[in-house]
């Protein structure tokens, strides 16, 4: 399978549980993303992970809880979610090198989260 | 900190028939990217079409071509020949180089979205 790839891509919780959403990438890239997408909302940049380690994170509430393993696998952990947190959450990786290919970011499908 | 605004929330094309689609940011940079991606109903991102902004050459791919007006900081997009599949969500995009030596990553800041509807 090529590309980013994301599990599951529709989830429901409830307020107390705890989830998590995985991403995997196949591209051989160093950099990956989590973004949030809210309805009537720009896309939000969530974390970001350089050579697996968190290099920006953009104001997130602690209730999301990323993690980066290795440099093909990013998780997002989620506990006692809000039900403002329901979005679509996209995962996104990049080459991670100078130049002009390492400036573009591949998007997976993204993972739709209801909170109810 | 960089802004990314379109101004049309919604655009209808007639089936072959040339749409544009506008962008302006706002930032005090002189090195950075910027991207047209679509967003289909399936929800997957696809890149359209990117722009390095030293360079002055206007980037196209096959019907995709952007008006890049660094002064100006805009940047629209042209689609050209428009078919039935290019109907999705275009979101603009503006990418700054975030970390230095031989890893870099890029914060990317999208605007809000234009809805564009082709009709057959």
């Known amino acids: 399978e090529t590309g980013v790839t994301q599990t599951p891509r529709h989830l429901v919780m409830g307020m107390t549980n705890k989830k998590s959403l995985k991403c995997e990438q196949h591209l051989g890239h160093n950099a990956m993303y989590w973004y949030k997408q809210s309805a009537k909302k720009p896309l939000e940049l969530m974390f970001v992970?350089?050579?697996?380690?968190?290099?920006e994170n953009n104001s997130v509430p602690s209730r999301f809880s990323p993690e980066c393993p290795n440099s093909s696998h990013l998780f997002l952990h989620l506990h006692t979610l809000q039900p403002e947190d329901s979005a679509l959450y996209l995962c996104?990786?990049?080459?991670?090198?100078?130049?002009?290919?390492?400036?573009?970011?591949?998007f997976g499908p993204g993972t739709r989260l209801l909170v109810l | 900190a960089q802004t990314v605004t379109q101004s049309q929330p919604e655009m209808s094309v007639q089936e072959a028939e040339t749409v544009t689609l506008s962008c302006t940011y706002d930032?005090?940079?002189?090195?950075?990217?910027l991207f047209w991606y679509k967003q289909p109903p399936s929800r997957q991102m696809i890149l359209v079409i990117r722009q390095e902004a030293y360079k002055q050459q206007n980037a196209t791919e096959n019907r995709f071509s952007v008006n890049f007006q660094k002064a100006a900081k805009s940047f629209s997009l042209k689609i050209s020949d428009s078919q039935l599949g290019d109907a999705a969500m275009y979101f603009c995009?503006?990418?700054?180089?975030?970390?230095?030596?031989?890893?870099?990553?890029?914060?990317?800041?999208f605007g809000q979205g234009t809805i564009l509807t082709v009709h057959p």
């Open positions: 992970y350089s050579l697996e380690e968190r290099v």
């Open positions: 930032t005090s940079e002189s090195d950075y990217y």
């Open positions: 995009a503006y990418r700054s180089r975030l970390g230095t030596g031989g890893t870099s990553y890029g914060k990317l800041t």
């Open positions: 996104a990786s990049s080459p991670g090198t100078s130049g002009g290919l390492g400036e573009t970011q591949y």
